[in-house]
């Protein structure tokens, strides 16, 4: 079948640094993506890596290795806005099947 | 600023109602999705279109239909409403369907079944 897993929770502190992981196991995979959901709000797409390595954009960075099937997400310098659910999601030429989501608790 | 608006964000339907939902967006996207999504159960896909008038059955179609006879717009159906459909519901729309470019996700809609 296809699916993917990521830790149901993370919690950290202002300042820190945190990595959310996501194993996936999808038919036809193009790329791992990742989401990030307010409560109450709608996701919102935060990257998208085709490639092995490390993508970064600011305080967020993505990996990829499509050997291990494994992706993470860094989220650096966190701030207490960060506190949200992060969803992994792989592609293939028809959708996406998307992880159950990670909450991350941001503490001061 | 590029968006995918959904009609309604709450709305309370009683058990047997047919209910529409409706989703546009004016990106020119050929794929549009519908999901639900309820508590530690992520996003689940209901129904998927690649172009107008082209519908493909997601994970949990059963009690929903699709309609979409224009580009920007595609519509939810609940045909005969139940307790069991009360959750959020998101459209989202995208360039392509392998995620490269991102979806852009509706506000959703809470939808109350009673």
């Known amino acids: 079948g296809q699916s993917l897993e990521q830790p149901s929770e993370v919690t950290a502190v202002e300042g820190a640094i945190v990595q959310i992981n996501c194993t996936y196991q999808?038919?036809?995979?193009?790329?791992l993506s990742w989401y990030q959901q307010h409560d109450g709000g709608a996701p919102t797409f935060l990257s998208y890596n085709a490639l092995d390595g490390l993508e970064e954009t600011g305080r967020f960075s993505s990996f990829l290795s499509r050997s291990d099937s494994y992706g993470y997400l860094l989220l650096q310098e966190l701030q207490m806005k960060d506190s949200a659910s992060y969803f992994c999601?792989?592609?293939?030429?028809?959708?996406?099947?998307w992880g159950l989501g990670t909450s991350l608790a941001v503490n001061p | 600023d590029v968006k995918v608006t959904q009609s309604s964000r709450y709305l309370v339907k009683r058990t047997g109602e047919k209910v529409f939902l409706e989703c546009v967006q004016d990106m020119d996207h050929e794929n549009m999705f519908w999901y639900r999504q309820d508590p530690g159960l992520g996003l689940r896909l209901i129904y998927f279109?690649?172009?107008?008038?082209?519908?493909e059955k997601g994970d949990i179609p059963e009690g929903y239909s699709v309609s979409r006879e224009k580009k920007e717009r595609f519509s939810l159906i609940l045909e005969s409403a139940s307790t069991n459909q009360t959750s959020m519901y998101l459209c989202?729309?995208?360039?392509?369907?392998?995620?490269?470019?991102?979806?852009?996700f509706g506000s959703g809609t809470r939808l109350t079944v009673v």
């Open positions: 279109s690649y172009d107008v008038k082209m519908k």
């Open positions: 989202a729309s995208s360039i392509t369907p392998t995620g490269k470019y991102g979806y852009t």
């Open positions: 999601a792989a592609g293939n030429n028809r959708k996406l099947i």
């Open positions: 999808t038919s036809g995979f193009y790329g």
